[in-house]
């Protein structure tokens, strides 16, 4: 249904989430941190485990993850 309410709530809507609009430059920051915490992600998973010692994958994990 179209009435004046509804426009001026849709307005209304638009105008608060105007707030969270990023720039340019906060994506690009957003990114790159997702980047890092992927990566340390997937080195974590990778010494981590419930039925078999993952001990001797830390330090190649490691090495892996700062020459990243």
């Not at 209304?12 to 906060?26: F, I, M, N």
């Not at 690009?28 to 990566?39: G, K, M, N, S």
């Not at 001797?56 to 892996?64: G, K, M, T, V």
């Amino acid at each position: 249904m179209d009435n004046q309410w509804s426009h001026t709530l849709l307005l209304g809507c638009q105008d608060v989430h105007e707030h969270y609009k990023l720039a340019e430059e906060k994506w690009i920051l957003l990114d790159l941190i997702h980047e890092v915490l992927e990566a340390a992600a997937k080195v974590q998973e990778t010494f981590s485990a419930e039925c078999y010692p993952t001990i001797w994958r830390i330090l190649p994990a490691c090495e892996e993850l700062l020459a990243d």
